[in-house]
Every structure is written in structure tokens, then in C-alpha cells.
């Protein structure tokens, strides 16, 4: 069990551009979570995956924003034309049932 | 949906002391969990506590659910405990396969040496 893991850890990008976070999750935990944390506030969530299938998404979600977990391993988060608005931790956490447990983020700055 | 609030939002130990941080949801959940950032922003899991009273080493926690409140008390306090302490629960009446939990803002913690 090496835990959750993220990458990158940072990014920064200019305002317009395309990113992409990839998490991975502990093995056999087939619940995986995206959470969004701004300056000072506690995370958000955005969307949650149960093995291959996008179950529920958050209105923060923007059409933006697609998350994707192909086999049911890995997940991936874009954001297409990033604003200025988006800089923020984008948390990830997986879980076998119900504790969850967290990644250490990707920090993305927007110019 | 549920609200979470967490009380105080700020505190300030000397090394050694006690402190109580508070937890109050405004539903009924079947997940509770406090965890404490580092200043890397990793969130460390404490205590998965929807009911009951659960203690590890100087850290301890208790969720009253009837009366919807958590608490957690760091005792003999270190200058390694500061950081942010949050308090996350799953609302029970949600769908069942989601369980997405819902942050409260946070106690900023800060333990002087």
C-alpha cells in the first residue's frame, strides 16, 4: 500500500491553456474522488467515480472541467481553458468503501 | 445540502497545553472523519468516528450523532501539531454509492515551543 499519488504536484499555466492532473489510487479501492481546495477554505467536492463509472458530478463542475478513469485504475483531470479562477489544490482520494484517503494534491496557478 | 461548522477557527497552544476543536453537522451522516493538513497541504486521515469515542496516542475523538456534534481533543500538545484540522462527514440520506464528504472551514491550530 504506497498510497495515493499525484502528479504533477504543481503546475502552473497560463491563462487559455489546457491541463491535465493524473491520480492514482490505492490499490483495489474502486471509489475514487476529486475534491477542489481554495486559499483558506476546506475542500470542495467535484466529482466521484465507482470503479470505471462517473457517478455523481458537482455543479462546480464546469463543462470545463471532464474527469475520466479508464479500467477503473487511474483517473485523469482536465480542465480545457483555464481561468484565473481555477488556481487552486485539486485533491484526490480513494476509498473501499467509506474512509477515504487523500493524495497529496496537485497546486495549479493560473496567470 | 448538509452543513458542516467548526469551532474555533483559530487557536493558539503553548507546547504542552490541551485543546478541544468542535465539530457540528446539521444532519444525520454515516461518515465523519477529522483529518489534519501539514503545511504541504496533505491531508492526513485521525480518526474515521461517525459515532462512538476513538483514541490514538495524545489525539482523541468523540461523535455524539444524536445530537450531531464531533470532538477532538489533542492533549500534551507538540509544536507538530500545528496545522489545519478538518472535520469532513457523509450525509446519510444521500445516495448510498456516493458517500462524497462535506468540509467544514477548518480550526488553524498553532502550537508555540
Known amino acids: 500500500d504506497t498510497g495515493v499519488s499525484q502528479d504533477p504536484r504543481h503546475k502552473i499555466t497560463k491563462r487559455g491553456q489546457n491541463v491535465t492532473f493524473r491520480c492514482d489510487p490505492i490499490s483495489e479501492h474502486n471509489r475514487l474522488y476529486w475534491y477542489r481546495q481554495t486559499l483558506g477554505q476546506g475542500p470542495e467536492f467535484l466529482t466521484y467515480f465507482q470503479n470505471e463509472a462517473q457517478l455523481e458530478k458537482s455543479r462546480l463542475l464546469s463543462d470545463r472541467f471532464s474527469a475520466e478513469r479508464p479500467k477503473g485504475s487511474f483517473s485523469t483531470l482536465e480542465i480545457q481553458r483555464t481561468e484565473q479562477g481555477d488556481s487552486a489544490m485539486y485533491l484526490c482520494?480513494?476509498?473501499?468503501?467509506?474512509?477515504?484517503?487523500f493524495g497529496p494534491g496537485t497546486r495549479l496557478t493560473v496567470l | 445540502g448538509i452543513q458542516v461548522e467548526q469551532s474555533p477557527p483559530d487557536l493558539i497552544l503553548q507546547e504542552g497545553a490541551n485543546s478541544t476543536l468542535r465539530c457540528n453537522f446539521s444532519?444525520?451522516?454515516?461518515?465523519l472523519q477529522w483529518f489534519h493538513q501539514n503545511p504541504w497541504g496533505q491531508l492526513i486521515n485521525l480518526f474515521y468516528i461517525p459515532s462512538g469515542t476513538k483514541q490514538n496516542g495524545r489525539l482523541s475523538a468523540t461523535t455524539v450523532a444524536t445530537e450531531r456534534y464531533s470532538l477532538l481533543y489533542i492533549s500534551s500538545s507538540q509544536t507538530t501539531d500545528s496545522g489545519v484540522y478538518f472535520c469532513a462527514v457523509a450525509g446519510r440520506m444521500i445516495k448510498a454509492a456516493g458517500n462524497k464528504l462535506t468540509f467544514g472551514g477548518g480550526t488553524r491550530v498553532l502550537v508555540k515551543p
Open positions: 444532519d444525520s451522516v454515516n461518515n
Open positions: 482520494a480513494s476509498s473501499p468503501q467509506i474512509t477515504q484517503y
